[in-house]
C-alpha cells in the first residue's frame, strides 16, 4: 500500500523554500521599477540592463550547480551545501540596501542570491528524491515547488501592500528610493528564518558505511557525454526551452508598458503565484500517474502559446493580462517539479545529484543569453522577445517528442 505522508525532509525542505520565497518576491516584483528609480536619466538603457542584472545573476551562478551536486554526490552529504547555499543567498538581501549608489548592486545582490542557489538547489533535490519513493517522485518535487509558489504569493502580497504604503498617488509607482529600502530591509527577516528551519534536516545514510558498500557504489559521472542519450537529449530540449525563456521581470516591465500601474501588475503577479501554489502538487501528483513527458509537452505548448500572447497584446486590451498571467501560472505547475522527477527518473545510479545540477546548469548557461537577447529585442520592439519565446518553445517540443523516452516508474 503507498504511504500518503510526505518524508519530514520533504516538509522541511518546503517549508525553507516557502520562507525564502516570501523573502524573494517581497523584493523580485518591484526589482525593475528600481532600476528604473535608480537610472531615471537613462532610461532608454533599462532593458538592456535588466537582461545584463538577470542574465548574469541567473547563468553566472548557475555554472556552481553541477560542482555542487558531483560534490554532494561524492561526499555522500546533502544538508550541509544546503544549509550554506540558503544562507549565502539570505546574506545576500543585505546587499540592496547600497543599491541606492548604483545599479551594481542590485546585480551584486541578485549575483550571491544566485550563487546560494547554485550551492543549494542540486543537493537539495537530490536529498528530496532519496527521501521519497520512486513511484511519488512527482508528488514530493510538486509539494517543493508548491510551497516555493505559496511563500512567492504571501511575498507578493506583503510586495502589494507595502508599495501601495509607499505609492506615489500621482505617478502611480514608487518614486522614493528610501521607500524601496525599506521593503528590502523588511525581506531579510524571512530569509533567515527559512535558513534557520534547515537545521532540522536528518542526512540520508546512503549506505552502512562499510568498505565493501564504498567500493560498490558508482562514483558521480562528470562526463555528461556518457549519460544515457533520453537524459541529453531531454538537456538539449531545456536548453533551447530556456533561450526563449527570459526573465519574468520582462513580462512585469511588459505588463506596465501595456498601460497598468505597478500594484496592478503586483496583484498579476500574484495571482500567477497563487495558481502555480495550488496547481504544482497535482500535476506533480498526476505525473507520477500518467509520466512525465506529457505534461512537459502541454505545458512548454501552453508557454509558448502565452508567451507569444504577451507580444501580440495592445494596450487595448490590457484587460487579457490577467488571464495571460493565470495560463502562465498553470504552464509553471506542469513543468517546473515535473522537470526535476525527470532528470532523477533518468539519472545514472550513484549520480543524482550531478545530473540534477547539470540540469540546473544547462538551464542556467541558457540563461545568460536568453535575458540579454530579451533585453535588446525589447529596446527594439517590446513584443519580439516574447515571439521568440513562442518559437524556442516549439522547437523544444519537437525535440522531446521525437527523442525522448521516458523510464517506466518503478515501485520504491
Given at each position: 500500500?503507498?504511504?500518503k ?22 523584493v523580485y516584483?518591484i526589482l ?6 535608480v537610472m531615471?536619466?537613462?532610461k ?15 547563468s553566472?551562478?548557475s ?6 551536486g558531483?560534490w ?7 544538508k550541509?551545501?544546503t ?6 543567498s ?15 548592486f542590485v546585480?551584486?545582490?541578485r549575483?550571491?542570491?544566485?550563487v546560494?542557489?547554485g ?18 517522485q ?7 515547488r508548491?510551497?516555493?509558489f505559496?511563500g ?6 506583503i510586495?502589494y501592500f507595502?508599495a501601495r504604503i ?8 514608487l518614486?522614493?528610493?528610501?521607500s524601496f ?11 533567515f ?11 540520508k ?7 565493501a ?8 559521472n562528470?562526463?555528461?557525454?556518457q ?7 531531454f ?11 527570459s526573465?519574468?521581470?520582462?513580462l512585469?516591465?511588459r505588463s506596465?508598458?501595456?498601460?497598468h500601474?505597478l ?7 500574484l495571482?500567477?503565484?497563487l495558481v502555480?501554489?495550488?496547481?504544482s502538487?497535482?500535476f506533480g501528483?498526476?505525473?507520477d500517474?500518467?509520466?512525465?513527458k506529457?505534461?512537459?509537452?502541454l ?14 497584446l ?7 493580462l490577467?488571464?495571460?498571467w ?8 506542469m ?15 550513484g549520480?543524482?545529484?550531478t ?11 541558457g ?9 535588446f529585442?525589447?529596446?527594439l520592439?517590446p513584443g519580439?522577445?516574447f515571439?521568440f ?6 522547437v523544444s ?16
Amino acid at each position: 500500500m503507498e504511504n500518503k505522508k510526505l518524508d519530514r525532509n520533504v516538509i522541511i525542505t518546503g517549508i525553507t523554500s516557502f520562507f525564502t520565497d516570501v523573502s524573494s518576491e517581497m523584493v523580485y516584483p518591484i526589482l525593475q521599477a528600481f532600476v528604473a528609480t535608480v537610472m531615471s536619466t537613462t532610461k532608454a538603457m533599462l532593458g538592456p540592463i535588466l537582461g545584463v542584472i538577470e542574465g548574469v545573476a541567473e547563468s553566472t551562478a548557475s555554472l556552481l550547480k553541477v560542482f555542487a551536486g558531483y560534490w554532494s554526490d561524492k561526499l555522500r552529504k546533502r544538508k550541509g551545501l544546503t544549509v550554506a547555499g540558503y544562507g549565502t543567498s539570505a546574506a545576500a538581501k543585505i546587499l540592496f540596501l547600497l543599491a541606492g549608489l548604483s545599479w551594481v548592486f542590485v546585480m551584486f545582490a541578485r549575483f550571491f542570491d544566485r550563487v546560494g542557489k547554485g550551492i543549494r538547489t542540486a543537493p537539495r533535490d537530490a536529498l528530496i528524491s532519496e527521501s521519497t519513493p520512486k513511484h511519488s517522485q512527482g508528488r514530493a518535487f510538486g509539494f517543493q515547488r508548491g510551497m516555493d509558489f505559496a511563500g512567492a504569493t504571501l511575498g507578493a502580497l506583503i510586495c502589494y501592500f507595502l508599495a501601495r504604503i509607499y505609492l506615489d498617488p500621482i505617478a502611480g509607482h514608487l518614486l522614493n528610493v528610501d521607500s524601496f529600502f525599506n521593503i528590502f530591509l523588511i525581506s531579510i527577516i524571512p530569509a533567515f528564518l527559512g535558513v534557520a528551519a534547515l537545521f532540522f534536516i536528518r542526512e540520508k545514510k546512503a549506505d552502512d558505511g562499510s568498505q565493501a558498500d564504498k567500493k560498490e557504489r558508482p562514483l558521480p559521472n562528470l562526463r555528461i557525454g556518457q549519460y544515457d542519450s533520453k537524459l541529453k537529449a531531454f538537456f538539449l530540449a531545456q536548453f533551447i526551452f530556456t533561450l526563449g525563456n527570459s526573465s519574468n521581470q520582462f513580462l512585469l516591465l511588459r505588463s506596465m508598458e501595456l498601460g497598468h500601474l505597478l500594484s496592478t501588475v503586483i496583484l498579476m503577479y500574484l495571482g500567477f503565484n497563487l495558481v502555480a501554489t495550488l496547481l504544482s502538487p497535482v500535476f506533480g501528483t498526476l505525473s507520477d500517474k500518467i509520466g512525465r513527458k506529457k505534461l512537459l509537452v502541454l505545458g512548454y505548448s501552453i508557454y509558448g502559446a502565452v508567451y507569444a500572447a504577451f507580444g501580440f497584446l495592445i494596450p487595448e486590451y490590457n484587460i487579457l493580462l490577467w488571464g495571460f498571467w493565470v495560463i502562465y501560472g498553470i504552464y509553471y505547475a506542469m513543468t517546473e517539479g515535473v522537470e526535476k522527477a525527470m532528470v532523477s527518473d533518468l539519472a545514472p545510479e550513484g549520480s543524482k545529484a550531478t545530473a540534477l545540477g547539470f540540469y540546473h546548469t544547462i538551464v542556467g548557461i541558457g540563461l545568460l543569453p536568453a535575458s540579454i537577447i530579451a533585453g535588446f529585442l525589447f529596446s527594439l520592439m517590446p513584443g519580439l522577445p516574447f515571439w521568440f519565446g513562442g518559437v524556442t518553445s516549439a522547437v523544444s517540443v519537437l525535440v522531446l517528442v521525437i527523442f525522448v523516452r521516458e523510464n517506466p516508474l518503478r515501485g520504491s
